[in-house]
C-alpha cells in the first residue's frame, strides 16, 4: 500500500509543480488555453492535458514562450537581444540570403505577422550593411540596427517593443 501511495505522489509531483505556476492541473497548451479554456470538471482537465500532451503543442509552447507557457522561459520567449547574442553568425547569414530558419525565429520573436513578413525580410537584407558593418559588431548593436530600420518603415514600426 506505502508503495502506490508513493508512486501516485511521485507520478503527481511534476504535475502539481507546474500547476504551482500558476497552471491548472492540466498544465499550459493548446487544451488548457483554447480547447478547453473554461474546464471546471476533473474530466475537462484531463481532456486538456492529453491535449496538450499527444499534440505537441506543450512542448511547442514552452519553447515559444506561447499558449500560456510564458513563464517557462524557453529559448524564444528570453526576447529578440537576447537571441540575437547567442545567434548572431546565423543570423547574419540567413539576413544576407533572405531566408533561413534564424530569420524565421526573429520573426517569431517579434511577432511578426504574416502578412508584413515579406517586407520584414526585404528590409532586413536591403539594410545588411547597417546591421553588420565589420566584424566587430556586437549583439546590442545588431539589435539597436534592427529596431532603427523597423521604426523607420511605416508597416514595420509596430514590432519596436
Known sequence: MKKIILA????????????????????CGLGTEVIFAD?????????????NGTSGN??????????GCEDANGPLAAGAQQFID?????????????????????NEILQVEEQDKAVFVSALKSNFNSIF???ETNSSGVYD???TILAQDATL?????
Open 39 to 51: 474546464a471546471n470538471e476533473w474530466h475537462e482537465h484531463v481532456l486538456a492535458a492529453t491535449t
Open 86 to 106: 547567442g545567434n548572431m553568425d546565423r543570423l547574419a547569414a540567413d539576413i544576407a540570403v533572405g531566408k533561413g530558419e534564424t530569420l524565421d525565429a526573429l
Open 157 to 161: 514600426s509596430k514590432y519596436v517593443s
Open 133 to 135: 558593418p565589420s566584424n
Open 8 to 27: 501516485t505522489v511521485l507520478s503527481a509531483s511534476p504535475v502539481l509543480a507546474f500547476a504551482a505556476g500558476g497552471h491548472g492541473p492540466a498544465g
Open 145 to 147: 540596427a534592427i529596431a
Open 58 to 67: 506543450q512542448t511547442f509552447g514552452m519553447t515559444s514562450g506561447t499558449l
